[in-house]
């Protein structure tokens, strides 16, 4: 089993920060893409940003410049450090990653349970 577990949200005035962190663990082989995602009430699940395992980043045009996806391959973990929060970046943030467990198995994506951020305005 594969699991992935996110940290670091919260209640942060507008034009504070954040860190989100992510750790899979369980039964991993590898690890492709690895990337949050946020969703508010009524509205579908939208990519905030993403990483390869190669380092190649990529970010909605709502939080570049702003926001900063890292990761640690030998850890497993990924991070979003969101700076000059805005109200409406308030949401619930998902990680999510692309692993295989075993070789030569089908890669699965999997998710986390997310965690609030509330940015006050």
């Known amino acids: 089993q594969v699991q992935l577990v996110e940290s670091g949200g919260g209640l942060v005035q507008a034009g504070g920060s954040l860190r989100l962190s992510c750790a899979a663990s369980?039964?991993?082989?590898?690890?492709?893409?690895m990337g949050w995602y946020r969703q508010t009430p009524g509205n579908e699940r939208e990519l905030v940003a993403s990483i390869t395992s190669d380092g190649t980043t990529n970010y909605a045009h709502s939080v570049k410049g702003r926001f900063t996806i890292s990761r640690d391959n030998a850890k497993n973990t990924v991070d979003l450090q969101m700076n000059s929060l805005k109200f409406e970046d308030t949401a619930v943030y998902y990680c999510?990653?692309?692993?295989?467990?075993?070789?030569?198995?089908?890669?699965?994506?999997?998710w986390g349970k997310g965690t609030l951020v509330t940015v006050s305005s």
């Open positions: 369980g039964t991993i082989f590898s690890i492709n893409a």
């Open positions: 999510n990653a692309d692993i295989r467990a075993r070789p030569l198995t089908y890669v699965g994506r999997y």
